[in-house]
């Protein structure tokens, strides 16, 4: 049987239909991953677990940022992470261009893309967007005694400074943002969305979104509460905490983005209505 055009593109497009996902991003980024479900038929609930707040100190990043010919390398986390350093570096009056004669190094595609369009050039973007991966791209570089410079949220792993530091690079790590859970907490609905089971998959987009949705349902256990609901993350180490709280992720993206994670959960989706609808 052959399926015309418009017949897959209204396949396609009703994926997702009726399936209510909860979204835990934050608020200012969760629009374009909610409009991406939207287009395939979901129901986006948007639950913001973490804010985004200043460092608690703006001394060491300004610090770096006035001594920033000294470095050889600039190593960006997130997308979170170029915005607030290059606001800091707007407020220290620092041009961009100053930083074209640093090595780059992105993690992950978007981070990549948000530092191009700030028309910085991006040297090294790992074939897997996490930090084991970084440590072994910029092995291929001299990097004993280069001094290396990484911008990120206040709370993050350690993994990529301390290797760094055993293949003899002089690692500086700054704080250029905080992630906090949200101040106004979780909505009465949203709770009661979630002990109805009416939420068909939980995403969980970084290992803050996690931690913090956890800590704003208090003394439930995520493991109970979330029993019959698929659990969709965004990539390993997001994956990792989500087990350390009991959960068991069932959908996870080769390519750790947004645009990818919604299209995984297309094809979970669409792949149990093909099992249920063979034979």
């Known amino acids: 049987m052959t399926i015309s055009t418009d017949q897959h593109y209204s396949q396609v497009n009703t994926a997702l239909l009726g399936k209510k996902i909860l979204i835990t991003r934050a608020r200012q980024q969760a629009s374009r991953f909610a409009a991406l479900l939207r287009a395939y038929g979901a129901e986006p609930v948007e639950v913001p677990a973490i804010e985004f707040a200043p460092p608690h ?20 986390t997130s997308v979170n992470g170029v915005r607030a350093f290059v606001e800091r570096c707007k407020v220290q009056q620092l041009p961009l ?38 440590v072994e791209s910029l092995s291929a570089f001299p990097i004993t005694g280069r001094r290396v410079l990484i911008p990120r949220a206040a709370v993050a792993r350690d993994i990529l400074p301390r ?10 790590v700054v704080e250029v943002y905080r992630t906090l859970p949200p101040a106004d907490g979780l909505a009465p609905d949203v709770r ?11 995403t969980f987009t970084s290992s803050s979104t996690v931690t913090n949705f956890a800590q704003l ?29 009991g959960l068991t992720p069932t959908i996870m993206p080769d390519a750790y983005t947004v645009p990818a994670l919604a299209q995984a959960i297309v094809d979970f989706f669409r792949s149990h209505a093909n099992e249920g609808t063979a034979g």
């Open 217 to 245: 349902l208090g003394d439930m256990e995520l493991s109970t509460l979330f029993d019959s609901t698929v659990i969709a993350c965004i990539g390993p180490i997001t994956a990792e905490t989500a087990r350390a709280y």
């Open 163 to 172: 290797a760094l530091t055993a293949l003899g690079a002089r690692v500086q």
């Open 97 to 134: 261009n100053e930083l074209q004669g640093h090595h780059i190094c992105a993690i992950g595609p978007a981070t990549a893309q948000e530092l191009e369009a700030m028309g910085i050039r991006v040297d090294v973007v790992p074939t897997e967007y996490r930090a084991e991966s970084v």
């Open 57 to 76: 100190s703006w001394e060491p990043i300004d610090g770096a940022i006035t001594e920033i010919r000294n470095y050889d390398w600039l190593i960006f």
């Open 192 to 202: 009661r969305l979630l002990m109805a089971r009416a939420i068909d998959v939980v």
